[in-house]
């Protein structure tokens, strides 16, 4: 596997694990792609910005690890 699957892997898994530094790591991976759906016409809403962000962090206790480590080593 890749490096920076593992890396990855290792800060979702401290994430999952409420570790603050992990989960700030993740939303701050994500930025990018959270700013650009935190758009209306054209304009940056914070309210929708923080919606996301939030969502994107109920989304690291749900994200199926074991399974994903299980499907990559087939």
Do not use: W
Request: charged share 35%.
């Amino acid at each position: 596997r890749m490096k920076n699957e593992e890396q990855f892997e290792k800060i979702l898994s401290q994430a999952r694990l409420s570790d603050k530094t992990a989960m700030a790591q993740i939303v701050e991976m994500y930025r990018p792609l959270l700013t650009s759906h935190a758009k209306i016409r054209g304009k940056f809403q914070e309210d929708l910005y923080q919606e996301l962000v939030y969502t994107t962090l109920k989304c690291i206790f749900k994200f199926p690890l074991e399974k994903t480590k299980k499907e990559l080593t087939e």
